[in-house]
């Protein structure tokens, strides 16, 4: 079975902490992928990676990066971690090919205090 | 660009109750279409998928139509059990990449 593994089930950081979300995935996947969660909301696309090194925006990029230096890892990046990006965060990974399932973590819930 | 709309939950049923929970759709070009399924304190799973018109996704008793005319992909089981209860999200990816655009999800509570 792919196994996606983020690093943290819960986090807390303060107001302008830079925080990093670890994702690694064990199935040799290109694809990558980083959503947050919220209510009301359902899920929504930050980033996300076809091969390593690249990177391209999803739909809400803003105060958010990531790097992927290596296939199997992709991180998120809060530059200046803000109340209103206290979310559940979810990484998934997949095969390139559209209708090809993704594989997603257990997600890491960050409250911004 | 690419929309899905989920009818709001949460939706609670008694056990072997009849399920539907409705989802439609916009899209720029020709989607696949996808029911994802969340149980509580984990990520998304797929459930089912179909990738073109007239086809039926199934899987666990779950089962959805892909119905271009009315740009819909409802959810339908028979018989929902208690271990059902859970988040659905209803989903479409158009091109290639594998980006996924995701409804709201709509919880389901299934109740002895």
């Known amino acids: ?113 | 660009g690419n929309s899905v709309t989920q009818m709001e939950g949460p939706v609670t049923l008694s056990e072997e109750a009849f399920l539907t929970i409705n989802c439609t759709y916009t899209a720029t070009g020709y989607p696949s279409l996808f029911w994802y399924v969340q149980y509580p304190g984990e990520g998304l799973q797929l459930l089912l998928k179909a990738t073109k018109a007239d086809d039926k996704g199934s899987n666990k008793g779950f089962e959805a139509t892909y119905r271009k005319e009315t740009t819909s992909f409802h959810l339908e089981k028979g018989s929902v059990q208690v271990s059902d209860s859970a988040v659905y999200f209803c989903a479409l990816v158009t091109g290639g990449g594998n980006k996924l655009t995701f409804g709201t999800g709509t919880q389901l509570k299934v109740e002895l």
């Not at chain 1, 990093?20 to 290109?30: A, N, R, T, Y």
């Open chain 1, 1 to 113: 079975d792919v196994k996606v593994t983020q690093s943290s089930r819960y986090l807390v950081k303060r107001t302008g902490e830079k925080v990093f979300l670890e994702c690694v995935q064990d199935m040799d996947h290109e694809n990558m992928f980083w959503y947050r969660q919220d209510p009301g909301l359902g899920l929504r696309l930050i980033y996300f990676s076809y091969d390593v090194k690249m990177k391209e925006k999803g739909d809400i990029p803003e105060g958010y990066s990531v790097s992927r230096e290596k296939k199997e890892r992709f991180s998120l990046i809060l530059e200046s971690a803000s109340t209103n990006q206290t979310s559940m965060y979810l990484c998934a990974s997949s095969l390139p090919t559209g209708w090809s399932p993704l594989h997603f973590g257990n997600g890491t819930r960050l409250t911004v205090t």
